[in-house]
């Protein structure tokens, strides 16, 4: 019972675990890229508008109140 030799399916349940392994592994680090660029994106999309919006829109002022006068 000891020195018995591996049972077939057993060793195809464990190729099979760890071919399932494998995928997982390869399925959670492109997710993660894919979460990680986004979030890049995100984020320089952000920037940019904020940059163009501080650079390109005028401040602010009121020299003299204006008065529209229909007839």
Known sequence: MVNDPPIPAFLWAQEVGHVLAGR?????????????????????????????????????????PVHFHYR
């Open 24 to 64: 997982a592994r390869r399925l959670l680090l492109q997710f993660g890229v894919l979460f990680c660029t986004i979030l890049l994106l995100l984020w320089v999309s952000v920037f940019l508008y904020g940059s163009f919006y501080y650079s390109y829109m005028p401040t602010v002022s009121h020299l003299s």
